[in-house]
C-alpha cells in the first residue's frame, strides 16, 4: 500500500507542477500588461497556495485515520492473543493444559 502511495503522491505532485508550468507561460505569453500579468500571477499563486494547504490538511487526515485503523488492529489482534495465551494456559494443579 506504501508503495502506491508513493506513485499516487508522484503522480499528483508531477500533475500540480505541470499544470503551474503550463498556468506560468500561458500568463507570460498572453497578451496584457506587465502589471495585469503580476496580477494574475500573485492570484494564482494564492490560488495554489490554498489548494495546496487543503491538499496537506486531507493527506493528514487520511494518514491520522490509516494510523487510528491500524493501531484498533494491533489491540485486536493482541487481545485475540492474550484470549488464546489463557485458553491455552497449563492448569496449576493437575498440570494439565486447560482448553
Do not use: H, N, W, Y
Not at 67 to 92: L, M, Y
Amino acid at each position: 500500500m506504501s508503495e502506491r502511495d508513493s506513485d499516487l503522491g508522484a503522480f499528483l505532485a508531477g500533475v500540480l507542477v505541470g499544470g503551474l508550468v503550463g498556468a506560468t507561460a500561458a500568463l507570460l505569453l498572453a497578451p496584457q500588461s506587465g502589471e495585469e500579468t503580476r496580477t494574475m500571477i500573485r492570484e494564482r499563486g494564492i490560488e495554489l497556495k490554498s489548494r495546496l494547504e487543503q491538499a496537506a490538511a486531507d493527506a493528514k487526515d487520511r494518514a491520522e485515520d490509516v494510523i487510528q485503523e491500524g493501531k484498533q488492529r494491533v489491540d485486536s489482534a493482541v487481545d485475540a492473543a492474550r484470549r488464546a495465551a489463557r485458553r491455552r494456559r497449563p492448569d496449576a494443579e493437575s498440570g494439565t493444559v486447560v482448553e
